[in-house]
C-alpha cells in the first residue's frame, strides 16, 4: 500500500534548484535509503517532505492526499516525523523534558505517559539518564534522544537526516540497530545518509540522487555498486 509519493517535485533556494522533478514511492513499512554525494538534494528532498521548504511544482501525497501547501505542524499531526542532521534536541532542558516536548500535541497526561514508558523500552539508556540535561549526553545519546522525540507521537513516516553524522563507529552500529528495530515494528522510514554502505544494510529500498535528481532507484538487491561509485567520485 502507498502511503507517501512524490511526483516531479522540484525546490529551490533562493535562485538556486536543488530539487529536479524528484519521484519517489513510498510503501508501508519500506525502509527506503536515500543516498548521494553532498550537495545532490538529499536533505532538501526531506526538508520539502515536511513543508519546511516550499515545493515550486510537483506533488507530494501523503495518505492520497495533497500536503505541498500544508504548514510543519500540520503535517506532523498527520502522522509524519523529521529527525533533523544535527540532533538539535534542547541542551539545557533534561531528556524527560525533551520527550515531553516532543509530545507536545498529544494534549493527553496519560496518553502522553504511557508513550514515555514505550521510548524508555527502546531506548534504556535514555531512561537512565532522564534526569540529566542533554548537553551532558554524549553524541550518539544526543542522536537517540532526537529519533526518541520523534518517535513520541507514533509517527507513520519517520524522515531520518544523516543519523550517523559525527558519531563513533559504535555508536553509529548501535543507531542504525535501532533504525532497523523501528523498523521492524511497524515504522516507515525515509533515511537520508551520507553513508551508504551502512544505508543499504538496513534499507529494503534504495533512491540515488544526483544533481536534484534520481539517478535510479530500486530494492537494494538490484543496485549496481560500481555504477553508485562512479556516481560518488566522478
Known amino acids: 500500500m502507498t502511503i507517501l509519493q512524490t511526483k516531479n517535485l522540484e525546490a529551490s533556494y533562493g535562485k538556486l534548484k536543488v530539487l529536479n522533478g524528484i519521484d519517489i514511492e513510498v510503501f508501508q513499512g519500506d525502509l527506503i ?7 545532490s538534494g538529499k536533505s532538501t528532498t526531506l526538508k520539502t517532505i515536511l513543508g519546511l521548504l516550499k515545493s515550486e511544482n510537483g506533488e507530494i501525497i501523503f495518505e492520497e492526499k495533497k500536503i505541498n501547501k500544508k504548514n510543519p505542524y500540520e503535517i506532523v499531526k498527520l502522522g509524519i516525523s523529521y529527525v533533523p542532521q544535527g540532533r538539535m534536541v534542547f ?11 516532543g509530545g507536545f500535541i498529544l494534549n493527553d497526561k496519560k496518553l502522553l505517559e504511557e508513550r514515555m514508558k514505550e521510548i524508555y523500552s527502546l531506548f534504556p539508556t535514555l531512561h537512565d539518564k532522564k ?3 542533554a548537553s551532558f549526553l554524549s553524541g550518539g545519546q544526543q542522536q537517540m ?5 520523534a518517535l513520541i507521537l507514533k509517527p507513520k513516516i519517520l524522515l531520518l537526516d544523516e543519523p550517523s553524522l559525527g558519531l563513533a563507529p559504535n555508536m553509529m552500529n548501535e543507531i542504525f540497530k535501532i533504525i532497523k528495530e523501528i ?11 551520507q553513508n551508504a554502505q551502512m544505508a543499504l544494510e538496513i534499507a529494503n529500498k534504495v533512491c540515488v540522487l544526483q544533481a536534484g535528481k534520481i539517478v535510479f532507484k530500486d530494492i537494494k538487491e538490484k543496485i549496481n555498486l560500481e555504477k553508485l561509485k562512479k556516481i560518488y567520485f566522478e
Open 91 to 101: 541542551q539545557n532542558m533534561t531528556v524527560e523534558e525533551n520527550l515531553e516536548i
Open 145 to 149: 534522544l532526537s529519533i526518541a522525540r
Open 33 to 39: 535509503a536515500i543516498i548521494g554525494p553532498n550537495g
Open 131 to 133: 534526569y540529566q540535561k
Open 183 to 193: 523498523n521492524e515494528n511497524g515504522t516507515t522510514i525515509i533515511l537520508v545518509e
